[in-house]
């Protein structure tokens, strides 16, 4: 403490002096934020939201706030006229759509709100952040897509170790309530593939905690069920390289992971454009999840209605059963009775 009765304190990362004997939320009502939706964590351990008011800050204190509101809990819509239902659950929550986008590389918002409406998508994931305490009056995604009609999928994208991708994912409970979540931990950051020995270390801690997490692995049908077995909740296999857009490499070991798994699979990574997610629903996966096809397309909107047309019609050919293949030509129309 200097004479002027101030402290020394790290916010986000960020110095700050602030009056001795501040608690938590005398510091977020000081940054204009809402006590009753950040996420707190003080010298690396999470402060509950129910303390926040009487924990007291102390000199030299590193304090991490995100900022995330809700939760996505929804109605299944009702089946159209005609059309038999085909929903899917995963964690016992259903859902009608099949796809599912992420929120990032959009030029603004409003484009993201609009492309997510063309999808036709029912979850969302979204990377957690630091709160920008310099505006906190800044746009924010909850401005413009509500966790109240959309499914917020909390992930760990960018973490490269089992206990960032645990601390980010508790974090994302305390702002918002989650359990769902979407699991990522990444090896190395030129081909952003999994670390499967950090993330199944991170899926076994999470499980124990209460979290139903799905999982992005590699596309091994064996570390696929070593996953499962460790309690995911859905197996999301990468399709090729994150943001690479080459589409499914790999549709033999795809298909295996689905056949032997008692839990939801989903493509996860390298979609490029509408034939990708269609064949990766061909192969028999429960749903596709996508970000830079649709965010960095020509035009995401547009992208976004084929991707949703896509998703549904490769679901529908895989119900109704293709055609066998043969190694020569079969003809159409029979040969008796031919002039």
Known sequence: ?????????????????IRQGMTIADLANSLGLAPEKVAVERNLEIVPRSTIATVVIEDADEI????????GDHAVAP?????????WTVAGQTFRSRL????????DFAQNAAALEASGA???TVAVRRVNVSDPNAPRLTDFIDPKKVTYLPNTAGCFTADDAI???RLAREAGGWELVKLEVLGEARTLYPDMRETLKATEVLVKEGFKPMVYCVDDPIAAKQLEEAGAVAIMPLGAPIGSGLGIQNRVTIRLIVEGAKVPVLVDAGVGTASDAAVGMELGCEGILMNTAIAEAKDPVLMARAMRLAVEGGRAAYLAGRM????????????????
Do not use: C, Q
């Open 1 to 17: 403490m200097t004479i002027d009765g101030t402290i020394g304190i790290r916010v986000n990362g960020e110095h700050r002096r």
């Open 64 to 71: 991490e706030i995100v900022h995330f509101v809700g939760g």
């Open 79 to 87: 089946a159209a006229e005609g059309k038999a239902d085909d929903s």
């Open 100 to 107: 599912i986008v992420g929120t990032g590389k959009y030029k």
């Open 122 to 124: 029912e979850i969302v």
């Open 167 to 169: 601390r980010t994912l």
């Open 324 to 339: 066998g293949r043969r190694m020569y030509a079969d003809p159409s129309s029979p040969l008796a009775g031919l002039i």
